[in-house]
């Protein structure tokens, strides 16, 4: 795949331009993704798009299990602060409506709360990773 540095620096200049942290642009297969992740560095990511195959997402360890989604696009949060206790470890006994984790979308902390009674299974995402909405963050048994 030949890269399009003119294309790459047209979205640096547009993240900058419209204040933006993050811009993803796609073209046929090729995708580019564009994101200001500290003070004015930027960093792209480019990828081709694969279909996902049906037989191995059934067969994977994520499929068994209840799925808490992200409600919102933003910054996904496993603890209330920095540094400190995550609001929940795998293993732990979760009731519905419980706090999981906080989504941050301009510059608001949204709570995410369980979706049914059960145990973490699995955390799917990474403290201060991006999320999009009805990704799944969390696997419940």
Sequence with gaps: MKIDKKLIKELVDRLTEF????????????????????????????SSI???NKAVLTESDESDGIRVKSPIIGTAYLAPEPGGKKFVEVGNKVKKGQTVMIVEAMKTMNHVPSTSDGIV?????????????????????
Excluded: A, H, W
């Design 19 to 46: 204040n933006l942290t993050e811009l993803e642009y796609q073209e046929g297969q090729t995708k580019i993704k564009v994101s200001r992740v500290s003070k004015g560095i930027e960093q792209i990511k480019s």
């Design 50 to 52: 694969v279909s996902p």
């Design 121 to 141: 299974k699995k955390i799917l995402v990474n403290d201060g990773q991006p999320v999009e909405f009805g990704q799944p963050l969390i696997i419940l048994k």
